[in-house]
């Protein structure tokens, strides 16, 4: 059977003002679904944008095992970021302090002042969180140690760091690190030492 012509006019004038709003529907929905990865992309270029470069002072206490002592000790490290959870270093760290010279007898030990310092490059691998960042690490180069009555000598070291980082900021985050040292001696083996330290990081 045949619609009149103006019952045909009217179902086809209704099912075109139906079809933008299926339409607009459907174009929602796709943006309901997009969201979610869009979030993660501008979360992720929003850590891209942070400063590549770090500058990082610590003070603290480095505990040597061959001299029995817990000295007083400062570090200067840079970082560069190399990936989103990798980062490369460069830094150096001095201690200085007074240690007792061996003696026989009855005759008293006579302190003597002792410095030590290192320089090292390394690599530092750090989980990427938005606020505490837990991180370990790898670094060799020299340690340079100077005793009073002795020489001086320059000889290798090789540190495991392992540490914390509270970001408070896009450029500013405290920072907290165990980092296990192994100088070789001037008569061979090695001296196990632990730097204590904490201090503050500067993106720039």
């Known amino acids: 059977m045949k619609l009149p012509r103006p019952t045909l006019a009217l179902a086809t004038m209704a099912a075109l003002s139906i079809l ?5 529907a459907q174009r929602r929905d796709d943006r309901r ?6 979030s993660l992309r501008i979360s992720l270029e929003r850590y891209d944008r942070r400063p590549d470069r770090e500058i990082s002072m610590s003070v603290g206490a480095l505990r040597s095992d061959d001299d ?7 570090a200067l490290r840079t970082d560069w970021r190399v990936r989103r959870w990798l980062r490369s270093e460069l830094g150096v760290s001095y201690a200085i302090g007074n240690t007792e010279a061996q003696a026989g007898g009855l005759v008293s030990a006579a302190a ?10 390394g690599l530092r691998a750090e989980w990427p969180m938005q606020v505490v960042r837990p991180y ?4 060799t ?8 009555g002795a020489a001086d000598y320059v000889r290798t070291t090789t540190a495991f760091p392992a540490g914390l980082r509270l970001v408070l900021g896009d450029r500013v985050s405290l920072r907290g690190e165990a980092r296990f040292r192994f100088d070789q001696r001037r008569t061979g083996g090695q001296n196990v030492l632990v730097e ?3 201090g503050l990081s500067v993106a720039f």
């Open 141 to 148: 180069g020299v340690a340079f140690r100077r005793e009073e």
């Open 196 to 198: 204590q330290t904490g």
């Open 136 to 139: 370990v690490g790898i670094a």
């Open 112 to 121: 003597r002042s002792l410095q030590l310092g290192t320089a090292t490059v």
């Open 20 to 24: 933008p709003t299926l339409a607009g």
């Open 33 to 38: 679904e997009e969201r979610p990865a869009r």
């Open 68 to 74: 029995d002592l817990q000295l007083p000790m400062a």
